[in-house]
């Protein structure tokens, strides 16, 4: 059973910077697309960002896309989430998943389809 280990969650002061880790255990890691959720006290989880297998065609929320940047490392086995320009609004424990189905094409934003979580990572934008 493959796990998630997050990592990089801390404070920082708004309009900073912060680059979250995932890495996972096992092989099966670079066959599986990963994603980015974040969860903020009394909110639903939501989604923040995946990208495919390969590492091609990032999705990401709107309210993210021009200051977030997914990537992943597959002979690392770990996913990366650089957060730019952080806002208070972006205060959440941030959770990273892989996807349940093997090679989708199109990585995709439905919380649903991610089986495998890892514990969070706290950020906190705050002056």
């Known amino acids: 059973q493959v796990q998630l280990v997050e990592s990089g969650g801390g404070l920082v002061r708004p309009g900073g910077s912060l680059r979250l880790s995932c890495v996972a255990s096992g092989q099966t890691f670079k066959s599986y697309a990963a994603g980015w959720f974040r969860q903020a006290p009394g909110k639903e989880r939501e989604f923040v960002a995946a990208?495919?297998?390969?590492?091609?065609?990032?999705v990401y929320s709107k309210s993210v896309e021009d200051r977030f940047t997914i990537s992943r490392d597959n002979e690392k086995n770990t996913a990366y989430l650089q957060m730019n320009s952080l806002k208070p609004d972006d205060t959440a424990v941030y959770y990273c998943a892989l996807d349940r189905k093997p090679r989708r094409t199109i990585a995709v934003d439905d919380r649903e389809v991610y089986d495998i979580w890892g514990q969070g990572t706290q950020v906190t934008v705050s002056s």
């Open positions: 990208v495919s297998w390969t590492g091609f065609r990032p």
